[in-house]
């Protein structure tokens, strides 16, 4: 008995040491295939962080809500949260860096230190009025993107919407440009994403000076 427990003992530490490095090789190709695509890649130093929208484009985005509970990704100092309150909608704003939404929380603001896309994966789904994507939206690639978007289409209620307030690539300085290659797409391209996750999109104007269009993606 011995004999036979000690044997499958061995063979059961010996496959637990395959699969062991089977999961750090396959945890080393994940890490690369990330980078390679721009997961990993962090440009707010090198690129400068992505300014707030304006109180003209903040008030526009405010226009377009839909009745119920507004979320703000990210948010900011809070302009589109300071805009949506004035309009006597529930909203809360959600950034990564609590030194940025500092001036809001001191005016008053909810504003809220947390991961965007994180937080958006606790939102149960179908429960809220509007989502707006802002900010970080401008840094990330194709993949995360068709992603986000297909979250954001599933944590809006129907007769809800998606709001996307993005400055176009196209619009970038020479330095930005270079330093967020390949990442951010443009209204139009917002607008045909949004469509093959179910929503139904549409460009409205905004009065800039950044950004000067607005895509609103209903949900049915």
Known sequence: IYWYLRYVTDQVNALTNVLTRLLRRMDERLGAVEHAV?????????????????EGTAAAIAEQFGAGQVIVLTSGAGSVVAAAS????????????????????????????????????????????????????????????????????RCVRPGGNVIVAVANPADRGPVEAE??????????????????????????????????????????
């Open 86 to 153: 004035s309009k006597g909608a529930s909203a809360y704003g959600i950034d990564r860096d609590p030194i940025t939404i500092l001036p809001g929380v001191e005016a008053g603001l909810d504003l809220r230190a947390a991961d965007p896309l994180t937080h958006l994966d606790s939102v149960e789904t179908n429960t809220l009025g509007t989502l707006v994507l802002a900010g970080v939206t401008e840094t990330l690639p194709l993949p995360s993107i068709v992603a986000l978007c297909s979250e954001a289409v």
């Open 38 to 54: 721009g997961l990993t890649t962090d440009d707010s130093e090198l690129a400068g962080p992505i300014p707030d929208p304006s």
């Open 179 to 220: 330093l967020r290659a390949g990442r951010g797409l443009s209204p139009a391209a917002w607008v045909r994403v949004l469509e093959r996750v179910g929503a139904v999109a549409r460009i409205v104007p905004a009065p800039g000076p950044r950004i000067t269009e607005l895509v609103v993606a209903d949900v049915s």
